[in-house]
């Protein structure tokens, strides 16, 4: 599918996640967990296919799919706003709302969340948490700047 949207319909940039089985989601025994979600991506992204797609991601944010790089979640870093307000944790997840973003921020015990401190995080690599991690360790070294602006 990504050499199609790549190739045939020329798409500028692509953005892919995998998928989880978090709670709301319909049929979770098909969901893959995060050994075999790597073990997916290390296979797609063999061959150069990795540089060859227009993907619209970090670097950094592709190893840790591959199983690469190891990140916390920043959920906080791409948030979800709805006529209810922002979501907490994350849009994945339902624990509240909070009425501003600062309230999001300060008023969420992140402490909670993420694989070992909250089971429906167990499996999640979604972008929304792990993205702006990997953004974040981007903007803090000077290696991975320099990599990101040549990827």
């Not at 619209?56 to 979800?80: Q, R, V, Y």
């Not at 979501?87 to 997840?93: E, G």
């Not at 992140?110 to 974040?136: F, H, I, Q």
Request: net charge negative.
């Amino acid at each position: 599918m990504l050499d199609f949207l790549n190739d045939e319909l020329e798409v500028d940039e692509m953005e892919i996640s995998p998928a989880y089985a978090y709670e709301k989601a319909p049929d979770q025994e098909h969901f893959l967990g995060v050994e075999q979600t790597r073990k997916l991506f290390r296979e797609a992204f063999a061959g150069g296919r990795r540089k060859k797609w227009r993907l619209n991601h970090s670097p950094l944010f592709l190893d840790f799919l591959e199983g690469k790089a190891e990140f916390e979640c920043t959920a906080w870093g791409i948030p979800s706003y709805s006529l209810f307000g922002w979501q907490r944790p994350c849009y994945l997840m339902s624990d509240g709302y909070a009425k501003t973003y600062r309230e999001l921020v300060e008023g969420t015990d992140w402490s909670k969340y993420g694989r070992g401190r909250d089971p429906r995080c167990e499996n999640c690599m979604a972008a929304c948490g792990y993205e702006p991690t990997a953004v974040l360790a981007t903007a803090r070294s000077l290696r991975q700047s320099v990599r990101a602006l040549f990827n």
